[in-house]
Nanobody, 123 residues
Framework: QVHVVESGVGEVQAGGSLTLSCAAS????????VGWFRQAPGKERELVAA????????YYTDSVKGRFTISRVAAKNTVNLQMDNLKPEDTAVYYC????????????????WGQGTRVTVSS
């Protein structure tokens, strides 16, 4: 059984930075696709960023391009989401999905979800 855990909950002022981490356990491979999603109050969950199983390809939704970076830390078996120049509209609960399906235009969350971690950006 795959277990996914996000970490990095925090509150920051606009313009600040936060790093979220996603750790997945329960399988032997450390190479797997990961998607970071977020859900703001009253809105649907949306894909923010994703990375392919071999780290060759990444995807970002337009609103975070140039501000967010998804990367894998192999030594820790985690996939991080570095968020810079945060804006109040980035406020949401962020979820990690591991072992889904990555494609050039995004990511299908067919894998396992974490419990979510809250990010609050104040103006």
């Amino acid at each position: 059984q795959v277990h996914v855990v996000e970490s990095g909950v925090g509150e920051v002022q606009a313009g600040g930075s936060l790093t979220l981490s996603c750790a997945a356990s329960g399988r032997t491979t450390i190479n797997y696709p990961v998607g970071w999603f977020r859900q703001a109050p009253g809105k649907e969950r949306e894909l923010v960023a994703a990375i392919s199983w071999n780290d060759i390809s990444t995807y970002y939704t337009d609103s975070v391009k140039g501000r967010f970076t998804i990367s894998r830390v192999a030594a820790k078996n985690t996939v991080n989401l570095q968020m810079d120049n945060l804006k109040p509209e980035d406020t949401a609960v962020y979820y990690c999905n591991a072992f889904g399906t990555y494609f050039s235009g995004g990511y299908y969350p067919t894998g396992d979800w974490g419990q979510g971690t809250r990010v609050t950006v104040s103006s």
